[in-house]
Nanobody
Framework: VQLQASGGGLVQAGGSLRLSCAAS????????MHWFRQVPGKERDFVAA????????YYADSVKGRFTISRDNAKNTVDLQMNSLKPEDTAVYYC?????????????????WGKGTLVTVSS
């Protein structure tokens, strides 16, 4: 599975962005999908996850109620809708595919990673 994230950019605090991750390969629907983020000089952190069939979603406490993860297995995409953005959401965001869900940590068990997309939230 090859992953390509897009949709990052510069937004003012309180604004919204939608990240998208496009996957190649027919096995996309077999993987649980995740978003992580990383601030330079800090460890990568879990943001959100969705099960292979879209049946369950999980969020870091810091984004709960503001971010929504979704997937479309017919289109091989997973999206992250980010609302009410805060300056502390500024980071490089990565999508990742894993054979099981993780809901914390840096994603060391993920099987595939996309290149990150930068999100900058100005105050």
């Amino acid at each position: 599975v090859q992953l390509q994230a897009s949709g990052g950019g510069l937004v003012q605090a309180g604004g919204s962005l939608r990240l998208s991750c496009a996957a190649s390969g027919r096995t996309f629907r077999n993987y649980d999908m995740h978003w992580f983020r990383q601030v330079p000089g800090k460890e990568r952190d879990f943001v959100a996850a969705i099960t292979f069939n879209g049946g369950s979603t999980y969020y870091a406490d810091s984004v709960k109620g503001r971010f929504t993860i979704s997937r479309d297995n017919a289109k091989n995409t997973v999206d992250l809708q980010m609302n009410s953005l805060k300056p502390e959401d500024t980071a490089v965001y990565y999508c990742a595919a894993g054979r099981f869900i993780v809901v914390r940590g840096s994603g060391s068990s993920m099987d595939y990673w996309g290149k990150g997309t930068l999100v900058t939230v100005s105050s």
